[in-house]
């Protein structure tokens, strides 16, 4: 873990997912800021895939992901996906069963986890449905939940698998709600989305990937006004899906 | 056709008559069959769970071998165990060849594949939903196998339905290391075929009646629970 200017979160080194003659990511080198950060790009651009590999779900055929360290210590890194999983109990119960399997709050009573449990179901605006099976609940308030659970665990890094994929407006207006709220807390959020508007309102940073490979990472007014690839002005374009 | 009816009307009276070697009959088979259930439920979720989730050498040998256990002919459960608890055997010092803890011992070697191997099928389809998460949230792999029996214990009802049904239903091997001894070891299939074999219809269809009354009663509670989990569950 190297100590590095406070401002970067991530360095991305030579990133390469490969199998059946097909590379997902094909040499991903970057230096994400402690931004708001969108990974936009077209389907099968790699954006799922870059996202796992940061939050080691999945490990890379080769190069390496460096965290810059948080107060002497590895980030916390917590990851919401695009379908919510929920396990079979209460909604206050996903959220205390996130907290019981966390290392970081091995040291919490069961009393603290279920306060904590519902504190951040009151941040999401879910504390009314505490006691509610989590699975009966609709696809938005599922990913609320799923975000409420990330929040709890306290994280510095915060990855979400475009979690507005396949959600009517007024549930994507609620979960960018509590996207930007968390962002806000301090928490370094990186967002994969296809949902344009979400990442022109939210992000900072985009980074643009085509064909497993980083076309273009730009401040999000540069990235939409004055695209400099030619795939990412295609895919503004439409051109590119 | 007509000693069909009779029988059958025989059978239903017998039934309704409170005898008493009857429902010892049918509470040595639940007796048996339950405790079977419950010590493979317990051996067998935990081969399923296990074989499910872990990731190891030779796990799709075991997967196939588990898969083809599920149809090991009674008969040859029954002369293993027999030969197992013989007084010359092994095991022979237990001395419970012809009690009904053989009989148990039998069946439980019986189910136990069925539910294994079902079991695995049926929380390995939950850990393909589950593992991004559950890894995500730094989920141990024991603690991962543990929720997923918890959350599929609905569908695992019906597991374990399916060894009781194959448990309750099974003559062979009960026969063999039980004896099918009066009062001691005979359980409903095996007096059936006892009864069956002497002519005596109406208590052999009396059996069979309460032993179709029974697996449907079970199935029925066990179908109940189970919608009654989705509404409230999903």
Known sequence: ?241 | MSWIADSLAGAFALAASGDLRLYAIVALSLEVSLAAVAIAALVGCLIGAAVAVGRFPGRRLVIVVLNAAMGLPPVVIGLVVYLLLSRAGPLGALGILFTPAAMVVAQVLLITPIIAALSRQVIEDAWREYEEQLRSLGVSTVAAARTLIWDTRYSLVTVLLAGLGRAMAEVGAVMIVGGNIDGVTRVMTTAIALETSKGDLPLALALGVILLAVVLSLNGIAYAVREWSVRRHG
């Not at chain 1, 306060?115 to 449905?129: K, P, S, Y």
């Not at chain 1, 409420?148 to 709600?177: K, Q």
């Not at chain 1, 508007?197 to 985009?206: H, I, N, S």
């Open chain 1, 1 to 241: 873990m190297a100590e590095r200017a406070p401002e970067e979160l991530v360095r991305l080194d030579g990133l390469v997912v490969a199998g059946r003659g097909h590379r997902a990511l094909d040499g991903v080198s970057a230096t994400l800021p402690r931004r708001r950060i969108a990974i936009l790009g077209p389907n099968g651009a790699g954006k799922s895939v870059l996202l796992r590999v940061m939050h080691g779900l999945l490990a890379p055929t080769a190069g390496r992901v460096a965290w810059h360290a948080v107060a002497g210590r590895a980030p916390r890194i917590a990851m919401v996906f695009q379908r919510p999983v929920l396990l079979r109990r209460s909604v206050e119960d996903n959220v205390v069963y996130g907290l019981a399997s966390s290392a970081a709050h091995r040291g919490l009573s069961a009393a603290q986890r279920r306060a904590r449990a519902v504190a951040a179901l009151e941040r999401v605006g879910l504390a009314h449905l505490a006691s509610r099976s989590g699975r009966v609940l609709s696809g938005g308030e599922q990913q609320r939940v799923a975000l409420a659970r990330a929040w709890a665990l306290e994280p510095d890094v915060l990855l979400l698998d475009e979690p507005t994929a396949s959600l009517d407006p007024g549930a994507t207006r609620a979960i960018e709600a509590v996207i930007h709220e968390i962002a806000a807390s301090g928490v370094a959020v990186v967002l994969v989305t296809h949902h344009r508007g979400l990442a022109r309102r939210f992000a900072e940073q985009v980074v643009f990937l085509h064909e497993g490979r980083i076309a273009e990472q730009a401040t999000v007014t540069d990235f939409f006004a004055r695209p400099r690839s030619a795939a990412a002005h295609a895919y503004l374009e439409g051109d590119l899906a």
